[in-house]
């Protein structure tokens, strides 16, 4: 096997069993938990300088082989106070008996240091030789003494398993599988069996077996739960408990439980579910055949309540089923909370569709003229570029025509400026109506308007807004007993023969617009009359 891989393997196994001893140091409220993180802690460091030395990392030689006997040294030890916490011997671990503990360890690792003195441990070495179980007598006598200590703890762990029932069992039966994989990583290394004579796997083993004993823990069942008194477990419980036998007849019940089903009386213990919750009969039908079913209840009152209602199957030891546990829980504030949320989004999606009208008006305000309705010049200015980019894609013509009010300030001071801003409204209408739909009309300013005729040549322009003209000339505009008449003039510049931007064209077409007014007005003219 690759050194590199071997050495990152162990780092990474190391980093596991930090974690591992993260998450029981953590739960150092759990019976053993202390123990379980000093043990991770030690494969932690057994595994993590054994990867160095096969980095390798200075100092060179033996030294961090040397180094993984801290951890060698912890790990026995740790486990068996763990065991004896888990069985529930903790009361057997005396002083005396941690001086006796601490004896083997220290012993071991005064030994390994002081070996070139006496070779008693190592003996000789052999170069490049990586496996942690080779050397004299005094290293097979502390290997036989780690592994002494390991089968007690195994044994008391058949013992417990023996005694257990339910979540129990399966938690020591994992520990057992967890404690038997270094036995079975070393039995193989002696017999030949493993691919990699030269390396110890011993560190990965342990690994392993802290991995499956967090598994045991934390995935299994809660240490504590379990075994602590009935009254500190469901007695003080949120919600309600209520066990029925498979004859409906309760069998127990919490306080909880008998406030929020308004359960009255000292015999209640007993009493048949139909007699019992004949204010419940949701809670009686579903007692039937279902082995699991969950239901909302409504209790109606001067408060209305909900309840959250779960039915699950007991069984006992040989998994016969042998009644039903019944689970209430208040989530009236939960379903008041989610009421008002919803009722919030509602009046949120209300506003929000108000303002997305506020701001389509907005928008339309922005872009349109107040007295005409028209689009304004901002528009124009916004949407002619726009235009003219199609056009150029579609290889289309466009026209832009400037028209003009003839005599509209004679107009004003004649008949009055509320009279020319109808004749401004007049005209307005009258564009809007004779255009084609995709033509923009825009009020330029004053008595100014200005048409854009996305897809018109110059010839249909001219036609279309000399109709245009016409036809305002000869509709009267009615005011009173008053019959009112206008012109107006205009000029007309085409993209792209007269120019290609949007300023050129309007330059032009306002220069063809001046040209028909010098031309005696009611009139329009293009470009070419006087540009050629």
């Known amino acids: 096997m690759n050194d590199l891989a071997y050495a990152l393997a162990l780092i990474i196994s190391a980093m596991v069993c930090l974690g591992v001893a993260r998450m029981a140091w953590v739960r150092r409220g759990y019976r053993g938990s202390r123990a379980l993180a000093v043990l991770m802690l030690g494969l932690t460091w057994w595994s993590f300088s054994y990867g160095l030395y096969w980095l390798p990392i200075p100092p060179d030689g033996y030294f961090w082989l040397d180094m993984t006997y801290f951890g060698v040294g912890v790990v026995p030890t740790a486990l068996f106070y763990f065991t004896l916490y888990f069985t529930g011997r903790a009361s057997e671990i005396s002083p005396r008996l941690r001086w006796l503990l601490l004896i083997q360890p220290i012993s071991m690792v005064l030994m390994l240091w002081t070996d070139p003195w006496h070779g008693l441990f190592f003996g000789e070495r052999q170069p490049g030789l990586g496996a942690i179980l080779t050397g004299g007598i005094l290293f097979y006598g502390h290997v036989a003494y780690n592994y002494a200590l390991i089968l007690f703890c195994c044994v008391l762990f058949v013992h417990a398993y023996a005694r257990a029932k339910g979540i129990y069992k399966q938690q020591i039966a994992a520990i057992l599988l967890g404690v038997s994989i270094p036995f079975a990583s070393n039995a193989a290394s002696l017999a030949g069996y493993l691919p990699f004579p030269n390396l110890d796997t011993t560190p990965l083993a342990f690994a392993a077996t802290g991995l499956v004993i967090a598994f045991a823990l934390f995935e299994l069942g809660l240490l504590d739960i379990l075994p602590v008194a009935r009254d500190a477990v469901v007695e003080q419980m949120a919600d309600g408990v209520l066990v029925f036998d498979m004859r409906n007849r309760l069998v127990d019940v919490n306080p909880i439980g008998q406030r929020m089903l308004g359960l009255r009386g000292k015999k209640l213990i007993g009493r048949e579910a139909e007699q019992l919750l004949k204010n419940w009969p949701q809670i009686v039908e579903h007692l039937g055949p279902a082995l699991t079913s969950e239901v909302q209840l409504r209790l109606d009152g001067s408060q209305k309540r909900?309840?959250?209602?779960?039915?699950?199957?007991?069984?006992?030891?040989?998994?016969?089923?042998?009644?039903?546990?019944?689970?209430?829980?208040?989530?009236?504030?939960?379903?008041?909370?989610?009421?008002?949320?919803?009722?919030?989004?509602?009046?949120?999606?209300?506003?929000?569709?108000?303002?997305?009208?506020?701001?389509?008006?907005?928008?339309?305000?922005?872009?349109?003229?107040?007295?005409?309705?028209?689009f304004n010049r901002r528009y124009l200015e916004e949407s002619l570029p726009r235009e003219i980019a199609k056009m150029r894609r579609s290889q289309e013509p466009l026209s832009v025509a400037m028209l003009d009010i003839d005599h509209f300030k004679d107009f004003n001071d004649r008949y009055g400026h509320a009279l020319g801003d109808s004749m401004l409204r007049h005209l307005a209408t009258t564009l809007q109506e004779h255009v084609r739909l995709g033509d923009i009309v825009c009020r330029y300013g004053g008595e100014e308007f200005v048409v854009v005729l996305p897809g018109a040549s110059q010839e249909v322009a001219l036609l279309r807004i000399d109709y245009c003209r016409d036809i305002f000339k000869n509709h009267v505009l009615a005011h009173e007993d008053l019959e009112l008449y206008s012109t107006f003039s205009a000029g007309i510049a085409t993209f792209p023969d007269d120019g290609e931007e949007t300023t050129e064209l309007l330059r032009l077409a306002d220069k063809a617009l001046y040209r028909a007014k010098q031309n005696g007005r009611d009139q329009v003219t293009v470009v070419d009359v006087f540009e050629g």
Request: hydrophobic letters at 40%; charged letters at 30%.
């Open 306 to 374: 909900t309840f959250d209602v779960s039915l699950l199957p007991l069984r006992n030891q040989v998994t016969e089923l042998s009644g039903r546990l019944v689970v209430v829980r208040d989530i009236s504030q939960v379903v008041q909370a989610e009421q008002a949320v919803h009722r919030a989004n509602r009046g949120l999606k209300k506003k929000i569709t108000e303002i997305e009208k506020l701001q389509i008006q907005l928008r339309e305000q922005a872009i349109r003229d107040a007295l005409t309705g028209l």
